[in-house]
């Protein structure tokens, strides 16, 4: 994008050193008349338009089809349509974390300017509405919220729940943050689906706050070997010294577990060994009886998710010079009182898919919990309506709570924070500016709360800070999977108030982004088979953690259209992603996704230029779902927990496979080019466990709090899939009530 608005600059100072119209200037504009079609790539994929001209001005513009995401991308249109048929020109300011969305439905409208013939197309594409700024604008209230992601809404809730009066403030267009393009479940056992020591052979459980009643939820074969690599942890102090002679490889848990433990962690693992005994002492005489393991109820404690977002966040830097691993406290706090999450959203009208704990992409375990959407009577009128999606369960549900708490409470859009209004050492308020220049100056009574998220979309500051990636893998051309808007703000802010920032070097690369914009795929690597394409072989167990996916995939991937550490994953068509929209069971996606039996192999990797031998890869595929069939070792690279194969198989009646059914000659395979790019930063501002922000003197710096990705300490160097909703909702929460409490 700058590389574009440089070319651009450039062609317009040509342009005018040649004598040629200025872009800019006031001379007239002509088109052809009639209605113009035109299409260009938007975030999700082709947005098209239809462009309405006159002899001299655009009449209007209709969006005819897209497949933006809902009030991040579309609300890019709504705002930019009126603006561009005012200005008659395309020019307009964009919106502000929509940038696909924007650039999207400026290119189309261009083209379709360009079909109507249009004269002085470099005026036209400058031409936009000035806006002037209004009169200053002064505004007094309890809570100031910085922010309106998932952090950000939760405190809004909470504080007006709290009986405040309620302000939250946000850059973009529309409330949502990253949490609207996230992934959205998140990590939380849910006990009543999970093995119950005081009743182990019941296969029901009771959801106490509904009353209903759901089947448990089974294990998933490598579960138990994964446990019993936890129950022989080491409980010896952490040895570092080890690791100065030998390499640390991350996510090689296994040879983890021999070297010890952080003293602050040693309780939690005495108690989750306890844990597992008891459940290994009820289900090793049903395995060895030959009960297979996918029918035996799933384990699931607190003590496993806090540990194994432990072990799971412990980091070396590159240079071997520190590490970084999260604190016991926040750890053990997000995770406990993510206990009675779902209760709360559920409380105000958010809906779960309350019979399962399924996975994702570097989660580690089993126990997600679902979105389905929400059921709010926003308008009033007695009768709830249905709001779909990540939009309904984390944003209708708590915003409707929290604008009919107090009248007064409001969202101001299309505003940025500038700085912390800060005397005698507290934090009192804050200096923003709105879209169209407006000063706005807002006093908090009782405190601020930052919700501002990280910075993964800041590629020069990501690689600034950064410790952990070797340069080789990490540029400026480096994509995200973040909207535009996530940019550090909130942490610089802070600091400049003197506030304390930990691990900013360490950043979070999502494994599974599409490699033409870096966006999120989604999806998980339990029931899928990654290829590396120019071996086609195995390169790494596809549930490990987002940071040794990404590395596995730079050191065996290929180079390809400007993206580095591309892979090929495969998995079985009729298996559905855990994510938010499900790829259509047929037609391929130039550059992302192709469906394909194994014979056709050959023609497709001959277009997208692989190497690998495509006997190799269906021998590959073959002994994978051999070793997923069998329970047993798989070849080349191990896997810890695989749920499906990729080619057909029935099942026996216990649950075990029937390999005599296994064809992959007639399997139609999904088969996704993905590659890394950033995703979460793992550093941020230091908080305690109140989320009042510290200085680096470790003092609370009086009426400033903060929540969400832009605190650091919490996941380590890594974090686990689905952790992150779990923890700004709880961190949220926290803050506001903290504030609260700090004031009465």
């Keep these: 994008m700058s590389r574009n608005g440089i070319q651009e600059a450039v062609n317009k100072a040509l342009e005018k050193a040649k004598g040629g119209k200025d872009a800019g200037t006031s001379a007239p504009l002509s088109f052809t008349p009639g209605e113009y079609t035109a299409t260009a790539d938007g975030y999700n994929g082709p947005v098209t338009v239809k462009v309405t001209f006159e002899s001299d001005k655009i009449k209007g513009i209709a969006v005819e089809k897209h497949s933006e995401t809902a009030h991040v991308g579309d609300i890019a249109f709504d705002i930019m349509i009126p603006e561009m048929i005012q200005a008659n020109g395309s020019g307009v300011d964009g919106v502000s974390g929509a940038t696909f969305s924007t650039r999207a439905l400026r290119n189309a409208v261009n083209s379709a300017a360009e079909q109507a013939k249009c004269t002085n197309f470099e005026a036209f594409k400058a031409a936009k509405v000035e806006h002037k700024p209004g009169e200053p604008i002064t505004l007094h209230y309890d809570v100031v919220i910085v922010g309106a992601g998932g952090a950000g809404v939760a405190a809004a809730a909470q504080a007006a729940q709290d009986g405040n009066k309620v302000i939250i403030i946000e850059k973009n267009a529309e409330v949502g943050g990253n949490t609207l393009v996230s992934g959205g479940q998140y990590q939380s056992v849910m006990p009543y689906l999970v093995w119950d020591p005081k009743n182990p052979d019941a296969e029901t459980g009771i959801y106490a706050f509904t009353g209903a009643e759901y089947p448990k939820v089974k294990s998933v074969q490598g579960c138990i070997n994964e446990l019993k690599m936890i129950l022989n942890w080491s409980e010896a102090p952490f040895d570092a010294d080890y690791y100065k002679t030998h390499e640390f490889v991350a996510g090689d848990a296994l040879e983890l577990s021999k070297h010890g433990v952080h003293a602050e962690y040693l309780p939690v693992l005495k108690a ?206 480096t994509k995200t999977t973040n909207r535009s808007s996530l940019q550090g703000d909130g ?28 966006n999120l795929a989604f999806g998980g690597g339990n029931y899928a088979c990654w290829i590396n394409p120019n071996t086609g072989k195995r390169f790494v167990d596809e549930g490990s953690e987002r940071d040794v996916l990404s590395l596995a995939e730079f050191r065996n991937g290929m180079d390809y259209k400007g993206s580095k550490g591309v892979f090929l994953e495969f998995y079985n068509v009729e298996q559905k992603m855990p994510a938010p929209t499900q790829l259509p069971e047929t037609g391929d996606f130039a550059g992302r996704y192709y469906r394909r039996k194994i014979s056709e192999l050959p023609e497709l990797f001959k277009e997208l230029g692989v190497k690998a031998d495509p006997k190799v890869v269906e021998e590959t595929i073959r002994n994978y779902d051999k070793a997923v069939m069998s329970g047993k070792d798989f070849p080349d690279v191990g896997k810890a927990i695989a749920s499906r194969p990729v080619g057909n198989v029935q099942k026996n009646a216990d649950g075990s496979y029937n390999p005599d059914t296994y064809d992959l000659d007639n399997t139609v395979m999904t088969i996704r080019l993905m590659a890394p790019s950033t995703h979460h930063t793992m550093g941020g501002l230091v908080v305690d466990e109140e989320r009042h922000v510290l200085t680096p003197e470790g003092r609370i710096i009086p009426g400033l709090y903060a929540a969400g990705e832009v605190t650091g300490g919490i996941h380590g160097g890594n974090r686990l899939g689905g952790n992150a909703i779990t923890e700004i909702f709880v961190s949220g929460r926290i803050a506001a009530s903290s504030l609260n409490a700090d004031n009465k």
Aim: aromatic fraction near 12%.
């Design 272 to 477: 989750l060994k306890a844990e597992i005994k008891a459940y290994l002492d009820w289900a090793q005489p049903k395995l060895d009886a030959g009960t297979p393991e996918n029918q035996l109820t799933l384990f699931s404690t607190l003590n496993l998710h806090i540990f194994q977002t432990y072990y799971g966040g412990l980091r070396q830097s590159a240079d071997k010079s520190q590490w970084i691993y999260g604190d016991v406290n926040l750890v053990k706090q997000f995770i406990e009182k993510a206990q009675g999450l779902k209760e709360w959203l559920e409380g105000m009208g958010s809906t779960f898919k309350e019979d399962g704990q399924p996975t994702l992409i570097g989660a580690l375990w089993y126990r997600e919990n679902e979105f389905i959407g929400a059921n709010v009577d926003t308008d009033g009128d007695g009768t709830p309506e249905n709001y779909p999606g990540r939009w309904g369960t984390y944003f209708v549900a708590p915003i409707n709570a929290f604008l009919k708490a107090n009248q007064e409470n409001r969202i101001m859009l299309r505003t940025t924070v500038k700085e912390l209004i800060k005397e005698s050492g507290r934090v009192f308020g804050v200096k923003a500016q709105r879209y169209d220049g407006t000063e706005v100056t807002v006093y908090a009574a009782k405190g601020v709360i930052l919700a501002t998220g990280g910075y993964a979309a800041n590629i020069k500051k990501v690689l600034d800070e950064n410790v952990y990636w070797s340069p080789e893998y990490l540029s400026l051309s």
């Design 491 to 518: 942490i610089t802010m802070a600091q400049a108030a003197g506030a304390n920032a930990t691990g900013l070097g360490f950043t979070q690369l999502m494994p599974i982004s599409w490699i033409d914009n870096g």
